[in-house]
């Protein structure tokens, strides 16, 4: 561990992150890999599932099972499994992308106990299911509603908690600057918050629709004529 | 806000709470409260529902969901909202079960984001859903398997959550008397991590075979003869 004399931008300021060494990358071109990756692994999930026997409506889950399911493996979990991001220096997109958004919340380089637990849970727990989930969506197989229910609240509830845990405390871990508190803390959270929600509302009203018809078709045996 | 005098029994020791007064209740009786009642709850439940058209496995469900519905809301809700509940000097039981458990996890008396932002969710959000589940569970409406799982889900994951945060802290917030580790720490928070799992286990058997029939049914008109 070298000292290299960089100061880091985050806050609180006297937070001591030995070996920080600034982004590499512009934050225009994190931003433009991170979104522009993400609608491009939607896209080609929508494509790429033409020759199964899905609605449009499907394969766009299909398409934000995968993307938010490779989000959570690959980019949550190298913050999780790497303490010290914040020392690259070669500028690799990975460590760039938690560099960056460290200026919305720097509880990922002090290594907060809930967002290291959180963000474990769902880079390791939930985005494995997020193939398992695909995969349902695919072969439209009978739990496909129930996992993508579950794995959405799982979701929904750690943005909330993560929502408030920095609320609580002030939001001291978070810049003021509008691109760090309403893009980055406010805006790209709010995408688990909404999706999530929409997720859950079709679920429900898919498998609320079978509850109701089986058992409406089990005990009154219509009559023919 | 008084100067009481009194050593707080709390681990790590440096930790100050200004006017704390010792438990003035014996554990026996805390526990004796908190589990004969959960007990008297779930049989009260399941001897009440006798009028409605329940198997017993739906009535012990609907025993379930009264009780964890009561203790997110009236236990859980008073350290919510009573960040002071350690200077009580009235032997208020809801009070005397929190100096008590804080011997498990000094969290709740020195108000980590984590426990306050997620006992208030469990509080005031699980605790009222439980009670709709309760009637959803009565009547035996289409949503109730949807709602189960779902807060089922919530409450697996606080847990576990609690338990992940506790341990990356070092345990440094609990004693090591058994009865403190195994008996509240581990074994009190375990419930809430067998019972969910159960319960979405048995929603997810009840979904799935429906939305499976609903789709059997639909596209292969079965043809008499």
């Given at each position: 561990m070298t000292q290299t004399g960089f100061k880091h931008p985050y806050v609180p300021e006297d937070i001591e992150l030995e070996g920080f060494v600034p982004n590499l990358l512009p934050y225009e071109q994190i931003l433009s890999v991170f979104f522009g990756g993400s609608a491009l692994v939607v896209l080609l999930m929508v494509m790429l599932t033409?020759?199964?026997?899905?609605?449009l409506v499907e394969r766009l889950w299909a398409g934000w099972w995968m993307c938010t399911g490779i989000i959570h493996l690959v980019i949550e979990g190298t913050v999780v499994l790497d303490s010290k991001f914040y020392q690259d220096t070669t500028g690799n997109i990975l460590k760039e992308i938690w560099k960056e958004y460290t200026k919305a919340d720097s509880r990922y380089a002090t290594r907060d106990a809930f967002i290291v637990q959180m963000e474990g849970v769902t880079a390791f727990v939930w985005g494995p299911l997020c193939f398992v989930i695909v995969l349902g969506i695919l072969y439209r197989t009978s739990w496909r509603f129930t996992a993508m229910a579950l794995v959405s609240l799982g979701q929904l509830y750690g943005d909330v908690l993560y929502y408030l845990t920095c609320i609580h405390e002030g939001l001291a871990h978070t810049r003021t600057e509008p691109l760090y508190f309403w893009a980055y803390f406010i805006g790209a959270n709010a995408i688990w918050i909404v999706v999530p929600l929409t997720c859950i509302a079709y679920c429900a009203s898919n498998i609320n629709a079978a509850v109701a018809a089986a058992a409406g078709g089990k005990p009154s045996k219509r009559k023919s004529s």
């Open positions: 033409g020759r199964y026997k899905l609605s």
